[in-house]
Structure formats: structure tokens, C-alpha cells
């Protein structure tokens, strides 16, 4: 009789242990949860100045002054990247910024760090100017970059005005021409979202689309002075 309740008691106190020990872990558990999903809201809201930074970075070269972007609504969700929508010429569409805000990825990923660590400014025929940008140069002569495609229309309006304007700066300049080539294909990507053509002077100039609006003359009067100021107004007879 003894020996059964002595078996009894301990049988007892084993089941409460058990009911104990399983409180604890769930009470653990939903501690664990509690404290990561205040620290997933608190760490949900993307910083104000990666959503600036990806409006500079999309209207300043994705979009490449011809048309605007406009912030439509931030997503703060905990997600590896953050969701932006943006309206462009009354279309929406979605965008994701990396968590730290160095990517952005409208339909493939751009690295918005290193193009924009130095501000970007207007200059003459529609070109950005990056200011304080160092310029790209092969054995000591500024490169100047032309992207086309022989079906495009811009494309062949531009190429002879190019053509003819690199040709007065001789060996002061190296020329890299690209039509219908993968070649300089990191420049290409770096400075145009895809559009053709483009065309970027020493790295420091940079334009999507022709120079058709301005006409031929004046565009060879701007390419000619953006060229003059990456030589240093040489030669002497063309940068007067």
C-alpha cells in the first residue's frame, strides 16, 4: 500500500514536472519571438535618406533628365529590401532598395554608392556633369565613349556629329567607338539604364539620347566645349 502511493506520489511529481519544464520553454519561446519582432519593426523602417539617394540615383541617371520620377509610396515592410513605388510619366512601378541603401533594383541591380559620391550637375547640351569626378583617361588622353545601335535612328544622327568633333582633338583624345558592341560594356552599364545612345565624355560627362532637339550645330558646339574642358583647352586652335 505504501509502495503505491510512494509510486503514485512520484508519478505525480514527474507529470508536474514535465508541465513545468514545457511552461518554461514556451514561455521562452515567446520571449525569443517578442524580442525579435520588436526588433524586426524597429529595423523595418528604411532610412529617409536611402529613399533620397534612390530618387537622386533613378532621376539623375536612370531616367537621364528626359522625363521625372515621383515618389509615390514607401513600403516598410521586414523584408531583405525595402519596396519603393514610383510614378513615371503616370505609370507606377515598383523598385527595392538594399537594407544598407547602396542597391537598388528597378529591373536589374545598380550600385548607387560609387556614381553618386559626388554631386551631379547640369552642363551643356542636356549632359550631367558628376563635379569633382576623376577623369577616365588611356595613356593619358580622356576617353570619350559613343553607344549605339545601327537600327536606331538617334543613333545615326549622332554618330557622324561625334565622328567629326573627336576627329579636330587628333591625339589629344582616345576615341571608343560602340556600335552594335559589348565592348566597354562596364561603361556602358555604369552610366546608361540600357538606352541608346550614350555617350560619356572622360567619365565626367555623361548623356542618354541624341543632341536632335538642340540641333547639329549646337551639338557640336557642346560636345566640343565639354571635350575642351576634360583636355585642358587643347588643342589650342579648337578650344579658343
Known amino acids: 500500500m505504501e509502495e503505491n502511493k510512494k509510486s503514485n506520489f512520484l508519478s505525480s511529481l514527474n507529470f508536474w514536472k514535465g508541465v513545468v519544464l514545457v511552461l518554461l520553454i514556451v514561455c521562452i519561446v515567446l520571449a525569443v519571438m517578442i524580442y525579435q519582432g520588436k526588433n524586426?519593426?524597429?529595423?523595418?523602417?528604411i532610412p529617409q535618406a536611402s529613399v533620397d539617394k534612390a530618387m537622386k540615383f533613378i532621376n539623375g541617371y536612370l531616367l537621364g533628365g528626359e522625363t521625372s520620377?515621383?515618389?509615390?509610396?514607401?513600403?516598410?515592410?521586414a523584408t531583405p529590401y525595402y519596396r519603393i513605388d514610383i510614378n513615371v510619366n503616370g505609370t507606377t512601378f515598383p523598385s527595392y532598395i538594399s537594407s544598407n541603401g547602396k542597391y537598388i533594383f528597378p529591373n536589374e541591380?545598380?550600385?548607387?554608392?560609387?556614381?553618386?559620391?559626388?554631386?551631379?550637375?547640369?552642363?551643356?547640351?542636356?549632359?550631367?556633369?558628376?563635379v569633382n569626378a576623376e577623369v577616365c583617361s588611356e595613356?593619358?588622353?580622356?576617353?570619350?565613349?559613343?553607344f549605339g545601335l545601327?537600327?536606331?535612328?538617334?543613333?545615326?544622327?549622332?554618330?557622324?556629329?561625334?565622328?567629326?568633333v573627336v576627329a579636330k582633338f587628333g591625339d589629344k583624345i582616345s576615341y571608343h567607338e560602340n556600335i552594335d558592341s559589348s565592348n566597354d560594356k562596364e561603361i556602358f552599364q555604369k552610366f546608361s539604364s540600357g538606352s541608346y545612345p550614350a555617350l560619356v565624355l572622360g567619365c565626367k560627362y555623361y548623356r542618354l539620347g541624341s543632341g536632335e532637339n538642340e540641333g547639329a550645330d549646337q551639338e557640336k558646339a557642346n560636345l566640343t566645349k565639354l571635350i575642351c574642358n576634360l583636355t585642358q583647352n587643347q588643342p589650342e586652335d579648337i578650344c579658343k
Open 109 to 130: 541591380p545598380y550600385e548607387i554608392s560609387d556614381l553618386f559620391n559626388d554631386e551631379i550637375s547640369d552642363a551643356d547640351g542636356n549632359f550631367k556633369e558628376i
Open 69 to 77: 520620377a515621383t515618389l509615390v509610396k514607401v513600403y516598410e515592410e
Open 40 to 45: 524586426t519593426e524597429e529595423n523595418s523602417k
Open 150 to 164: 545601327s537600327t536606331c535612328p538617334h543613333c545615326l544622327w549622332e554618330e557622324p556629329i561625334i565622328k567629326e
Open 139 to 146: 595613356n593619358g588622353k580622356p576617353i570619350i565613349y559613343f
